[in-house]
């Protein structure tokens, strides 16, 4: 079995930062592509960020790219989600997952962690 559990979220001023962080434990998931998506009330659950295993190539959603910036380090279990020039759109509960496959779509993530909250004030 896998764990994921997010970390770091927490209320910001819009332009601020905010860095999230993944550990997982369990079954290794050193072979998965990990990826970020976010929930915010009454939306769909939509991809934000996505770094592969092999390559550490990396994908993002077009609301975040050029703001967010996604890292793995297998040393410590984790991958990191490094958040700049929050805008209050970005407000959401933010989910880790791993998966086999690199996709956007939630559907080819098998493990997912509790999420954790991020609330940008304007």
């Known amino acids: 079995q896998v764990q994921l559990v997010e970390s770091g979220g927490g209320l910001v001023q819009a332009g601020g930062s905010l860095t999230l962080s993944c550990t997982h434990s369990?079954?290794?998931?050193?072979?998965?592509?990990m990826a970020w998506f976010r929930q915010a009330p009454g939306k769909e659950r939509e991809f934000v960020a996505l770094?592969?295993?092999?390559?550490?190539?990396?994908l993002y959603g077009d609301s975040v790219k050029g703001r967010f910036i996604v890292s793995r380090d297998y040393a410590k279990n984790t991958v990191n989600l490094r958040m700049n020039s929050l805008k209050p759109e970005d407000t959401a509960v933010y989910y880790c997952?791993?998966?086999?496959?690199?996709?956007?779509?939630?559907?080819?993530?098998?493990?997912w962690g509790q999420g954790t909250q991020v609330t940008v004030s304007s």
């Open positions: 997952a791993a998966g086999a496959g690199f996709t956007r779509a939630k559907g080819g993530y098998d493990y």
């Open positions: 369990g079954r290794t998931v050193n072979n998965y592509n």
């Open positions: 770094i592969g295993w092999l390559y550490g190539n990396t």
